[in-house]
């Protein structure tokens, strides 16, 4: 029998049919559906191999004291082996010795469990996720330029009417192959340092490729702003009639007339004027859209970098009209989910803010609870690692659906960090790098073995169906997080292991909220009708937000007067060069899946360094040979393969690699003051030949 | 009882585009004002604005509001518009204004600023050493008004200075209409920032452009409604007369306090002047390192001096500038930076220069390297050049050992390993691939796509899979690889 459901992996959330073959695996065919058109990458092609990887963890595994080898036990020795050691955290160091690690993977069932199980069964304030890595500081800029954050605040169907898309540190063409279909006809602008499929298949189509010095996007765009109010296309009624401030903001932008931008930038004058130039003609006709992506999100300045371009579609009359608009490409498959149900450190169900006393009174009564017994807000996702184990800091941490000893940024300190732990529990399917490092492991359900809902890029909530059933010995999310719950004395109807009832109570939860789910049933989802929210219980979806207001008390949007701040990291003469990470098209993030299927791993066995040919020949780099990338906080190994399209001043490597070839080995957690994101996009960095490992 | 320190007072003098940036940086670094309490007064009445795009409100490109620079809204910080400063007393420590009132400073900062020179020449002032009728500067908005309200479409107008800003003036008034001549006394136009063989080319842009260029020649008389008298006793004809020639810096006030003055206030790496409590920025400054007349290096400048006063970085130096011209004339992409060639004088034998001279094309490009290391430029419509060497020099990185891809730019076809083989990105699917779906059967789209995945990613391929498809079905035989 066939099962309709999604991908597990990106926000795309391609449909998929999964059909068992005789010998009970399961293959996959693509499905006719908007997002995906009927198509797939090879990653969804390839993603029921996980399921069956010959290291699947079928058994719990616990060290039972730091030096002692990971040993199986059964399910009952680890939870109350868990139990007993969080209970005597609390009783000795209070509920904040104990966090919670999440994730954008994560169906919102479980976000929103895992959310509840961290306030309520260990009062802990101490929780946040790795989406924030992802899409916080887009988040935070479209929250106080709009009032509220929807990834896509239109169908993604929309775009393939438009004149002109600009995409800004968006690279779909390799992390989300089958949007591209949507972008076929219209022109694109691509901002990107590199000259990546994304930005090749612009040139093919009769668009720009800007590539901007990484850390000068915010600068670009404010140059943007400037060239297309000094071309006359500026929608002054729209800025009159649907925002406020956008005087300061302007002000700041006159600052970075193109000839100036340039020299920062290193695009050149010409390009930013061509550029504003089709974007604001598109513009005119109501039909064009800005859309940004991790390049520009992840840095120190991302926050203000959104700004920057949410600034530019506000003055072009983009947003809330049908056929134009702002959008940010959410990256994980449940990044847009699992930022509204409460597993980041200041937020509530419903995309409520935890400080906010008629929202705690709200999840209270949900929760059957005292509002004051829920904790207040906590520490941020980079925050919140490194203080692991430091006196003030947390002394167990429990990771669902993570592994942030690959994801986080300076990997040295993570290390430092988990390694300090008294308890670090991890519950995934396969021993990933941080669970490697964990005192328990729980082996978990993987995606099509277990239902629940996703919230894809549109903000469109989808079901996700059970295909298969897991292999015994493996338990669900929510029955860990049930048999946790119960050990620590909570009752169990408070952590239904069944999703609808899960998600029954989140639409309870949300409902009020700005991210209102409670219209959205077992009934309707199982209908596959477009369900976006917010979908207050009994009102149709919204498909398109904004269209009449923004969600603002006024109503209007906000300009945000940005300007310009330097990285974090400047090159210096030991480190000459910017490294800049991000995803290719084989893998998927830490590559905890990806690297488990055989097409995918042995098409991109090892990290690759993408470098200038001079570039490379100064550093005694040859083509295939192996190269040290060198930051001041680490080393990491990469294989070099010459790209003549290259920036002189900016190599890459891709983060789907661990240990001697991670990343993150180079990055900082510097961070955005406002988001929390850290800066992922931009090391000083210098090059070494390596040997071969 | 409070025992933080009260904030430190500061005074700018100038509310220019370097006065500006100064109290903007401030407020940045210190939006709560418990560091300093800043005041900054200006002889203008308009809130500050980018002077840089003046030429761009001739051309009609921006309005003045659309130019104007951002004000701060911390309280701590005060701006006031359309008052001078008359006096200081670095003793007392007080700046008299004109409206007869006076601050109080710690520490002082002179951002005076520049004044457009008129030449002591026929005609073109009055008694008073004012611009005389039909004549303006163009340094200030109240110019640019003048400028406006002299030219009309169709009527000529003499530019008196073929520098950058005579250049860009000439491009911004052939935007409203104008018959432009620029009039230059030097050998050839912009002759402080490119050589000879570039600015012949330049000019002959600027001609195609209805520009008459009259350089190496001498004016010697303004004639009101007529025009402009040259050496060789030509007249220029112009209903008006716009001097670019040259700035000279706001020394005065400094000067009459006792401090060090040479063409400006002079300052050291600390931007501090010959008094230690007392600083300048910007173009009433003279630093050793030069750059004054540039934008880029006042605003550095106001951004160390601001991390210094405010305590935030004490020890921020200013180490002088690289400065870089950037014309600003729509249709020109002129870049110029550091070292001008010198058919004569460039004798070290360490200078490499690559050269590309290309009068037909209106292009004209020269590189000068030492130690592989870029030391200056002329690029003359190599837009995408510009912006790499300019990176390349203002970071002291080192060129590219192909100099002549370098000036190309970045090649615009996608690297050669994307474009051999493979059909299909997103599922992997190259041209062998295919092919052997066909040997084995596969006729149709769809039939490859079951096989092999092509197409059912972005569907980008759909065409190239369907041309494969009808050249297979013409081959007679099998169709081979390679």
């Given at each position: 029998m066939t099962t309709r459901t999604h991908c597990p992996y990106c926000a795309l959330q391609c449909a998929m049919d999964l059909t068992p073959t005789p010998q009970g695996r399961l293959t996959v065919s693509p499905a006719p559906f908007p997002t995906n058109r009927?198509?797939?990458?090879?990653?969804?092609?390839?993603?029921?191999?996980?399921?069956?990887?010959?290291?699947?963890?079928?058994?719990?595994?616990?060290?039972?004291?730091?030096?002692?080898?990971?040993?199986?036990?059964?399910?009952?020795?680890?939870?109350?082996?868990?139990?007993?050691?969080?209970?005597?955290?609390?009783?000795?160091?209070?509920?904040?010795?104990?966090?919670?690690?999440g994730s954008g993977a994560l169906t919102n069932e479980k976000a929103y469990l895992l959310g509840k199980f961290a306030r309520l069964a260990l009062g802990t304030s101490q929780i946040d996720y790795n989406g924030r890595f992802c899409m916080s500081?887009?988040?935070?800029?479209?929250?106080?330029?709009?009032?509220?954050?929807?990834?896509?605040?239109?169908?993604?169907?929309?775009?393939a009417c438009a004149q002109v898309v600009l995409l800004a540190g968006a690279n779909p063409a390799e992390t989300m192959p089958p949007m591209m279909g949507h972008l076929s006809a219209p022109r694109l602008i691509v901002i990107d340092p590199r000259r990546t499929a994304t930005?090749?298949?612009?040139?093919?189509?009769?668009?720009?490729?800007l590539a901007p010095r990484p850390g000068t996007d915010l600068v670009l765009a404010l140059s943007l702003l400037h060239t297309v109010g000094t071309q006359g296309h500026l929608d002054q009624d729209y800025i009159d009639q649907r925002t406020h401030?956008?005087?300061?903001?302007?002000?700041q932008a006159t600052a970075w007339w193109p000839e100036h931008a340039e020299l920062l930038t290193g695009v050149p004058a010409a390009q930013i004027h061509a550029a504003a130039d089709l974007l604001g003609q598109a513009a005119r006709d109501h039909s064009a859209y800005i859309l940004t992506g991790r390049g520009t999100e992840q840095h120190t300045t991302g926050t203000d970098t959104v700004s920057a371009?949410?600034?530019?579609?506000?003055?072009l009359g983009l947003p809330g009209r049908p056929g134009s608009g702002y959008g940010c490409i959410t990256g994980q498959g449940n990044g847009q989910g699992g930022r509204e149900h409460g597993q980041k450190a200041d937020q509530l169900p419903g995309y409520r803010r935890i400080d906010d006393p008629d929202a705690r009174a709200h999840i209270a009564r949900v929760w059957d609870t005292d509002p004051q017994d829920l904790p207040g807000p906590g520490r941020s996702a980079v925050e919140l690692l490194n203080a692991l184990g430091t006196p003030n800091g947390p002394r167990a941490l429990l990771t669902f659906g993570s592994n942030p000893a690959v994801s986080a940024p300076h990997t040295f300190r993570t290390h430092q960090r988990l390694a300090a732990l008294d308890l670090l529990v991890v519950a995934d399917f396969v021993l990933s790098q941080t669970a490697a490092m964990a005192h328990v492991v729980l082996p978990v359900a993987q995606w099509a073995e277990e239902s629940g809902t996703m919230t894809n890029l549109e903000g469109r909530v989808l079901r996700r169906r059970r295909a298969t059933t897991p292999p015994p010995g493996v338990r669900t999310d929510l029955e860990v997080l049930q048999g946790l719950a119960t050990r620590l004395g909570q009752p169990a109807h408070r952590f239904?292991?069944?999703?609808?009832?899960?998600?029954?109570?989140?639409?309870?939860?949300?409902?009020?909220?700005?991210?209102?789910?409670?219209?959205?049933?077992?009934?309707?989802?199982?209908?596959?009708?477009?369900?976006?929210?917010?979908?207050?219980?009994?009102?149709?979806?919204t498909p398109r937000l904004f269209l009449e207001s923004f969600a603002h008390p006024d109503q209007r949007a906000r300009f945000i007067a940005v300007s310009h701040r330097p990285p974090a990291e400047a090159p210096d003469p030991h480190h000459p060069l910017i490294a800049t990470t991000g995803r290719i098209m084989g893998h998927y993030q830490t590559g905890a899946q990806t690297h488990r299927v055989d097409q995918l791993r042995t098409a991109e066995p090892v990290a690759h360094l993408e470098v200038h040919p001079d570039t490379a020949a100064r550093a005694g780099l040859t083509d295939e040979g192996w190269a040290h990338l060198t930051s001041p906080r680490g080393t990491t190994l990469a294989r070099v393969r010459l790209d003549p399209t290259a920036r002189l001043d900016t190599v890459f490597v891709p983060f789907h690699y661990a240990h001697a070839q991670a990343a993150n080995n180079l990055t900082s957690s510097a961070l955005d003051p406002t988001s929390h994101m850290p800066e992922f996009k931009l090391s000083a960095v210098r090059l070494e030949p390596a040997p071969p490992p | 009882m409070n025992t933080s320190p009260s904030p430190r007072r500061i005074v700018v003098i100038g509310n220019g585009m370097v006065g500006a940036r100064m109290a903007q940086e401030t407020a940045r670094l210190d939006p709560q004002g418990t560091r300093v309490h800043l005041d900054l007064v200006g002889t203008e009445h308009h809130p500050s604005y980018n002077r840089v795009l003046l030429p761009s409100v001739l051309a009609g490109t921006h309005t003045p509001e659309q130019i104007r620079l951002p004000v701060p809204d911390t309280p701590t910080i005060n701006v006031r518009t359309g008052v001078s400063a008359t006096h200081i007393d670095t003793t007392q420590r007080e700046v008299d204004l004109d409206d007869g009132t006076h601050l109080r400073f710690d520490e002082l900062v002179l951002a005076t600023g520049a004044r457009a020179v008129l030449p002591p020449l026929a005609g073109v002032t009055t008694p008073d050493g004012r611009p005389a009728q039909g004549v303006s500067t163009l340094r200030d908005l109240a110019d640019?008004?003048?400028?406006?309200?002299?030219v009309r479409p169709g009527a000529p107008v003499v530019i008196l200075g073929g520098g950058v800003l005579g250049l860009e003036t000439a491009r911004g008034l052939i935007e409203r209409g104008a018959r432009v001549s620029v009039v230059e006394s030097s050998p050839w136009i912009m002759r402080r920032q490119i050589d000879q063989e570039a600015a012949h080319i330049l000019a002959r842009r600027y001609e195609e452009l209805g520009v008459s260029v009259h350089t190496w020649r001498v004016a010697t008389r303004w004639i009101p409604d007529t025009g402009l008298e040259l050496?060789?006793?030509?007249?220029?004809?112009?209903?008006?007369?716009?001097?670019?020639?040259?700035?000279?810096?706001?020394?005065?006030l400094a000067q009459q306090a006792g401090i060090e003055v040479d063409h400006g206030i002079v300052i050291d790496d600390h931007l501090t002047t010959s008094h230690s409590r007392v600083h300048a920025i910007g173009d009433c400054a003279q630093h050793p390192g030069g750059g004054a007349g540039l934008v880029h290096p006042g605003w550095e400048q106001a951004s160390v001096l601001a991390r210094r006063l405010s305590g935030t970085e004490p020890g921020a130096r200013y180490r002088g500038a690289r400065p870089l011209t950037r014309l600003k004339a729509q249709g020109i992409e002129l870049t110029a930076f550091g070292h001008v060639h010198d058919p004569q004088g460039d004798q070290d034998p360490h200078l490499e220069t690559l050269t590309i001279s290309d009068p037909a094309q209106g292009r004209y490009l020269r590189l000068s390297v030492r130690d592989q290391r870029l030391v200056g430029a002329t690029l003359l419509g190599f837009p995408q050049a510009a912006a790499t060497l300019s990176q390349l020099y203002d970071t002291g990185a080192p060129v590219p050992a192909d100099r002549l891809a370098l000036a190309q730019g970045p090649p615009t076809a996608p690297p050669e390993q994307n474009t051999t083989t493979l059909v299909c990105r997103c599922n992997a699917v190259d041209r062998e691939d295919i092919e052997q779906a066909w040997l084995d059967g596969a006729r149709t789209r769809q039939a490859i796509a079951d096989r092999t995945r092509a197409t059912t990613g972005c569907g980008g391929c759909v065409p190239d899979l369907d041309a494969l498809l009808e050249q297979m079905s013409h081959t007679p035989t099998a169709p081979t690889t390679g």
């Amino acid at each position: 029998m066939t099962t309709r459901t999604h991908c597990p992996y990106c926000a795309l959330q391609c449909a998929m049919d999964l059909t068992p073959t005789p010998q009970g695996r399961l293959t996959v065919s693509p499905a006719p559906f908007p997002t995906n058109r009927g198509g797939l990458c090879r990653k969804g092609w390839t993603s029921t191999e996980v399921l069956t990887t010959p290291d699947r963890l079928t058994r719990p595994l616990l060290r039972q004291h730091r030096d002692a080898p990971l040993t199986e036990v059964d399910w009952d020795t680890a939870l109350d082996h868990i139990a007993e050691q969080l209970l005597k955290l609390r009783t000795h160091l209070g509920p904040d010795s104990v966090a919670v690690f999440g994730s954008g993977a994560l169906t919102n069932e479980k976000a929103y469990l895992l959310g509840k199980f961290a306030r309520l069964a260990l009062g802990t304030s101490q929780i946040d996720y790795n989406g924030r890595f992802c899409m916080s500081s887009a988040a935070a800029a479209r929250n106080r330029a709009f009032g509220l954050d929807r990834g896509l605040p239109f169908p993604l169907t929309d775009l393939a009417c438009a004149q002109v898309v600009l995409l800004a540190g968006a690279n779909p063409a390799e992390t989300m192959p089958p949007m591209m279909g949507h972008l076929s006809a219209p022109r694109l602008i691509v901002i990107d340092p590199r000259r990546t499929a994304t930005a090749q298949t612009a040139l093919d189509q009769g668009g720009l490729h800007l590539a901007p010095r990484p850390g000068t996007d915010l600068v670009l765009a404010l140059s943007l702003l400037h060239t297309v109010g000094t071309q006359g296309h500026l929608d002054q009624d729209y800025i009159d009639q649907r925002t406020h401030g956008f005087e300061p903001a302007w002000e700041q932008a006159t600052a970075w007339w193109p000839e100036h931008a340039e020299l920062l930038t290193g695009v050149p004058a010409a390009q930013i004027h061509a550029a504003a130039d089709l974007l604001g003609q598109a513009a005119r006709d109501h039909s064009a859209y800005i859309l940004t992506g991790r390049g520009t999100e992840q840095h120190t300045t991302g926050t203000d970098t959104v700004s920057a371009w949410i600034n530019l579609a506000l003055a072009l009359g983009l947003p809330g009209r049908p056929g134009s608009g702002y959008g940010c490409i959410t990256g994980q498959g449940n990044g847009q989910g699992g930022r509204e149900h409460g597993q980041k450190a200041d937020q509530l169900p419903g995309y409520r803010r935890i400080d906010d006393p008629d929202a705690r009174a709200h999840i209270a009564r949900v929760w059957d609870t005292d509002p004051q017994d829920l904790p207040g807000p906590g520490r941020s996702a980079v925050e919140l690692l490194n203080a692991l184990g430091t006196p003030n800091g947390p002394r167990a941490l429990l990771t669902f659906g993570s592994n942030p000893a690959v994801s986080a940024p300076h990997t040295f300190r993570t290390h430092q960090r988990l390694a300090a732990l008294d308890l670090l529990v991890v519950a995934d399917f396969v021993l990933s790098q941080t669970a490697a490092m964990a005192h328990v492991v729980l082996p978990v359900a993987q995606w099509a073995e277990e239902s629940g809902t996703m919230t894809n890029l549109e903000g469109r909530v989808l079901r996700r169906r059970r295909a298969t059933t897991p292999p015994p010995g493996v338990r669900t999310d929510l029955e860990v997080l049930q048999g946790l719950a119960t050990r620590l004395g909570q009752p169990a109807h408070r952590f239904p292991t069944d999703p609808d009832t899960a998600l029954t109570e989140l639409g309870a939860a949300s409902a009020g909220g700005m991210a209102d789910y409670s219209g959205i049933t077992p009934q309707r989802l199982a209908c596959d009708q477009p369900l976006y929210w917010p979908m207050p219980q009994n009102d149709p979806p919204t498909p398109r937000l904004f269209l009449e207001s923004f969600a603002h008390p006024d109503q209007r949007a906000r300009f945000i007067a940005v300007s310009h701040r330097p990285p974090a990291e400047a090159p210096d003469p030991h480190h000459p060069l910017i490294a800049t990470t991000g995803r290719i098209m084989g893998h998927y993030q830490t590559g905890a899946q990806t690297h488990r299927v055989d097409q995918l791993r042995t098409a991109e066995p090892v990290a690759h360094l993408e470098v200038h040919p001079d570039t490379a020949a100064r550093a005694g780099l040859t083509d295939e040979g192996w190269a040290h990338l060198t930051s001041p906080r680490g080393t990491t190994l990469a294989r070099v393969r010459l790209d003549p399209t290259a920036r002189l001043d900016t190599v890459f490597v891709p983060f789907h690699y661990a240990h001697a070839q991670a990343a993150n080995n180079l990055t900082s957690s510097a961070l955005d003051p406002t988001s929390h994101m850290p800066e992922f996009k931009l090391s000083a960095v210098r090059l070494e030949p390596a040997p071969p490992p | 009882m409070n025992t933080s320190p009260s904030p430190r007072r500061i005074v700018v003098i100038g509310n220019g585009m370097v006065g500006a940036r100064m109290a903007q940086e401030t407020a940045r670094l210190d939006p709560q004002g418990t560091r300093v309490h800043l005041d900054l007064v200006g002889t203008e009445h308009h809130p500050s604005y980018n002077r840089v795009l003046l030429p761009s409100v001739l051309a009609g490109t921006h309005t003045p509001e659309q130019i104007r620079l951002p004000v701060p809204d911390t309280p701590t910080i005060n701006v006031r518009t359309g008052v001078s400063a008359t006096h200081i007393d670095t003793t007392q420590r007080e700046v008299d204004l004109d409206d007869g009132t006076h601050l109080r400073f710690d520490e002082l900062v002179l951002a005076t600023g520049a004044r457009a020179v008129l030449p002591p020449l026929a005609g073109v002032t009055t008694p008073d050493g004012r611009p005389a009728q039909g004549v303006s500067t163009l340094r200030d908005l109240a110019d640019c008004q003048r400028v406006l309200s002299l030219v009309r479409p169709g009527a000529p107008v003499v530019i008196l200075g073929g520098g950058v800003l005579g250049l860009e003036t000439a491009r911004g008034l052939i935007e409203r209409g104008a018959r432009v001549s620029v009039v230059e006394s030097s050998p050839w136009i912009m002759r402080r920032q490119i050589d000879q063989e570039a600015a012949h080319i330049l000019a002959r842009r600027y001609e195609e452009l209805g520009v008459s260029v009259h350089t190496w020649r001498v004016a010697t008389r303004w004639i009101p409604d007529t025009g402009l008298e040259l050496d060789d006793a030509r007249l220029v004809p112009g209903e008006a007369l716009v001097v670019t020639a040259g700035v000279r810096a706001n020394t005065e006030l400094a000067q009459q306090a006792g401090i060090e003055v040479d063409h400006g206030i002079v300052i050291d790496d600390h931007l501090t002047t010959s008094h230690s409590r007392v600083h300048a920025i910007g173009d009433c400054a003279q630093h050793p390192g030069g750059g004054a007349g540039l934008v880029h290096p006042g605003w550095e400048q106001a951004s160390v001096l601001a991390r210094r006063l405010s305590g935030t970085e004490p020890g921020a130096r200013y180490r002088g500038a690289r400065p870089l011209t950037r014309l600003k004339a729509q249709g020109i992409e002129l870049t110029a930076f550091g070292h001008v060639h010198d058919p004569q004088g460039d004798q070290d034998p360490h200078l490499e220069t690559l050269t590309i001279s290309d009068p037909a094309q209106g292009r004209y490009l020269r590189l000068s390297v030492r130690d592989q290391r870029l030391v200056g430029a002329t690029l003359l419509g190599f837009p995408q050049a510009a912006a790499t060497l300019s990176q390349l020099y203002d970071t002291g990185a080192p060129v590219p050992a192909d100099r002549l891809a370098l000036a190309q730019g970045p090649p615009t076809a996608p690297p050669e390993q994307n474009t051999t083989t493979l059909v299909c990105r997103c599922n992997a699917v190259d041209r062998e691939d295919i092919e052997q779906a066909w040997l084995d059967g596969a006729r149709t789209r769809q039939a490859i796509a079951d096989r092999t995945r092509a197409t059912t990613g972005c569907g980008g391929c759909v065409p190239d899979l369907d041309a494969l498809l009808e050249q297979m079905s013409h081959t007679p035989t099998a169709p081979t690889t390679g």
